[in-house]
Structure formats: C-alpha cells, structure tokens
C-alpha cells in the first residue's frame, strides 16, 4: 500500500483535496515482438513497476496534471479541447482524456497528480502503464467502468492518433488484463487469450542497457512502414488481409516484389509468431529449455532480420547465454535499446546478474539494472482489489 499512500500524500499537497488512487503496471514480453500490428501473437506479464494516478473532482471544467517525475503541470478547458500534441510526458493521459470523450463518456473537470517507478524509455512500456493508470482514474470520475478489450483499444487509441505513435495492442492489453503469476499470450487479432504459469524453477530477470529507446519517435515507426509494404504486397497477391495468416513459403512467393528490407522484417514476424506456439507448448509441457532455446532464436532474429537491436543489448544477451544457468535471453519490447528479457534459474537468479552486470561493464562501460520479476496484476485486477496492492 506504500505506493498509493505516497501518491495519495502527493495529491494532497499539491491540491489540498483526498483523491481516488488507481494504479497500472509496465510489462515485460517473454516472446512475440513486433507481431502485435498485424495481428500475430504476443506473451507479456505485468511487471512490478508501475504509475499511479490520483483524482479528485474539480468544480469547474478543467482539466490538470501533475507529474511528479516530471514536476510540471499541465492544465487546459476540457470542453474545447482539440487533438493537439505537445510532444511531451502529458500527451498521454490528455490523449486518454481525448479517446475517452470520443468514445462518448461524458468526464467533469478534475485535478490529476502521476507518479511511479516505471523506467522511461526502457522498453517496459512506461507509456501504456501511464494511459491505462490515467484511464482508470478518469472511469472512475466518470462512474463508468469498461471492459478490458474496450479500456485497451481506447488506450492504443489515444497513442495512435493523439500521441501520434504507431504502436499495437499488447501493451495497453497486458497493462490492462494481466493477472498475478500468470504470463498472458494474446492473440492480437481476435483479443482472445490464455493465461500460463511459469515453471517454479525458473524466474524472469529483466536488465535494463540504459541505452533509450522510445516508441513515438525513430525507426519504430519505420519498422512498421517497411513490415506495411510487405504486408500490402501479400495482401494483393495472395489476398491475406492481415501478415498473421500468411507462411514463409507465402512470403518467399512475393519476395520479387517488395523491398529486401520489407521482406526481412516480415520473414522476422511470420516465423516469430510460430515461435509464440512453441513457447506455449513448451510452457504447458514444462520444458523450460525449449523456451529458453525459442527466445534465444527470437533475439537472432530481431536482431538479424528485424533489426532492431544494437551492440549493448546483443553484448547483454551474449554474457547471459554464457551463463550455464540461464536458459535463454533475448531482446525485449520495441528494440533499438530498452532491456532484455532472460529466463534464469531460480537459485541462481542473484549470481546471475551479479555476473552480468560485471561483464557488460567491462565490455561497454555501462551499468545495467537488473531485477528479478515474478508476473503481477494489471490494472483491472490492482483496481477490484480496492486499490494498489503492496509488491513483495
Ligand atoms: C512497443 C509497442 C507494442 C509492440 C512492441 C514490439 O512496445 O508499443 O505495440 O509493437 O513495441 O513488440
């Protein structure tokens, strides 16, 4: 409960007003990168980082924002607010305010304190637990409540057309729905998923490079360029609507007429989402290998025909798989920096990332931080819970 007495606390100084605490995690992606815009398989978790946001009403018909990391604030009339961006930290949760009302829920003025613990820029998803924490708190106001597929595509609505970046579906979903001790594979198209344990015997290590990666800005949005020319192509000849029903031997069939890169990045997302399938067995099966095995040719192929790593992530993995007690290791979130995901034996979580840490050191300069992640509770869940349930 430390965290939400400590936004709670922060609100009532600023404002001088007790508000409602409404909290969201970031995540972390086990597998499955870059299929979520066409429609393809993702398995994420909720980590145990996360943003919290404090409301309390206001009687006239503004809306304001504080953000603790930011120390700023950001106040304007909702009635005449329009889809201008800023560029900066508080055009997410206008953007939810913005999706939101043209959705259709009618949202008074209101004073709104952000604060967390989520790493910026580290591929955790920062933002979507941002969104989804803001709009949650704005429901609340609102005295509305929304189910998790609705409360998901409202969010990734307001990063797309608001924020302007071009993300898919897991982050927003995964913020939203995840559940305790459960690692979630989604299926990007249909919104349908299955909730997965992981084996006992192993633990989730995330380990941060420190070097940014952002999602709004860069090559994300030319990744997904170059993946929509692809998938425009298959889409004509073979008549695919969607990257996520077409084969390798479908895409070596067009590969005459699409660029070499485009051809790469959905060789990379074709293959990747069969790689999903595997680490769904392997994790009903118990074959902690087999996973490991399939994350270690996920980062490969991030790597090689994505793209979209770079030289500290790949040292990161590389020390990782030196490792005998990790079983695998790999690139995690939108690329180009951000963190890596590895799946490491659970009496030998500590030595692991002492040796990790000490390792990429030496080899980059640079210090990671690393934790140790067990899957936590989305928003939904932290919400019907009354509130922010303590981490242990
Ligand atoms: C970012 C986006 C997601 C997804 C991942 C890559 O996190 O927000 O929608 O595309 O990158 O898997």
Redesign the pocket.
């Known amino acids: 409960m430390r965290e939400k007495e400590q936004a709670l606390q922060l609100h009532l100084q600023r404002f001088g007003e007790v508000g409602r605490a409404f909290a969201a995690p970031a995540r972390v ?1 086990l597998i499955g ?2 299929t ?2 066409t429609g393809g398989l993702v398995m994420p978790m909720a980590i145990g980082f996360r943003t919290v946001a404090v409301l309390s009403p206001r009687v006239d018909n503004r809306a304001v924002f504080y953000s603790a990391s930011f120390d700023e604030e950001v106040s304007f009339e909702i009635a005449s607010m329009g889809l201008t961006p800023e560029g900066r930290w508080s055009d997410y949760p206008a953007g939810v305010l913005w999706s939101l009302r043209q959705e259709g829920v009618e949202i008074g003025g209101f004073n709104m304190s952000l604060m967390g613990d989520v790493p910026l820029g580290a591929g955790l ?1 920062s933002s979507a637990s941002l969104e989804v924490a803001a709009a949650m708190a704005l429901l609340g106001h609102a005295k509305e409540a929304l189910p998790l597929k609705k409360l998901a595509t409202l969010c990734r609505r307001a990063e797309n057309e608001y924020v302007g970046a071009k ?2 579906i ?2 927003q979903f995964v913020v939203g729905g995840a559940i305790a001790n459960r690692a979630m594979l989604l299926d990007c198209r249909s919104l349908e998923f299955e909730l997965l344990p992981l084996p006992a015997e192993v633990r989730v290590v995330i380990c941060n490079s420190m070097v940014k990666h952002a ?1 709004s800005t860069g090559v994300y949005g030319d990744r997904r360029d170059e993946v929509e020319a692809g998938q425009a192509v298959l889409r004509e000849r073979l008549g695919f609507e969607l990257l996520r029903d077409a084969t390798l031997a479908d895409l070596e069939a067009c590969r005459a007429e699409m660029s070499a890169a485009s051809f790469l990045r959905c060789r990379h997302i074709i293959a990747e989402n069969g790689r999903v399938k595997v680490a769904r067995e392997a994790l009903l099966q118990g074959e902690v290998k087999r996973f490991g095995d399939v994350m270690v040719e996920a980062h490969a192929s991030m790597r090689d025909d994505f793209a979209a790593s770079c030289v500290e992530i790949d040292a990161l993995v590389e020390i990782a798989m030196q490792q005998e007690d990790c079983f695998g290791a790999r690139i995690t ?2 690329g180009f920096g951000g963190c890596t995901v590895n799946l490491v034996r659970a009496e030998a979580a500590e030595g692991f990332v002492a040796v990790l840490r000490k390792a990429y050191q030496e080899k980059t300069g640079m210090i990671a931080e690393c934790v140790v992640s067990a899957p936590t509770d989305g928003a939904l869940a932290l919400a019907e819970q009354g509130g922010v349930r303590s981490i242990q």
Do not use: F, I, L, T
Request: charged fraction near 25%; proline fraction near 0%; avoid cysteine.
């Open positions: 992606n990168e870059h979520d815009y998803s993300s898919g897991m982050d999602v979130g939108g």
